[in-house]
């Protein structure tokens, strides 16, 4: 898959090609799509915790969508 830049939208052809990865399990790609949500979850929670507030000027990461 390739990276995309923030805010475009996923095209069918990403779809069909994380289903192909798992098989057509469907129900493994939506867990290995959540595993990595909480996987990058954490990741974020740590990179918080390590930044002070005075490198990034009072912001905040946000965990949800705007």
Known sequence: MREQPI????????RDKVIA??????H???DTLL???RHLRRQLTLAEG???R???RG???SY???
């Open 59 to 61: 912001w905040r990461p």
């Open 28 to 30: 493994a790609a939506i």
């Open 7 to 14: 805010g475009e939208a996923v095209e069918d052809d990403e």
């Open 50 to 52: 390590a930044m002070s």
């Open 35 to 37: 595993e990595d949500i």
């Open 21 to 26: 990865y798992h098989r057509g399990d469907t």
């Open 64 to 66: 949800d969508r705007d």
């Open 54 to 56: 005075g490198m990034t």
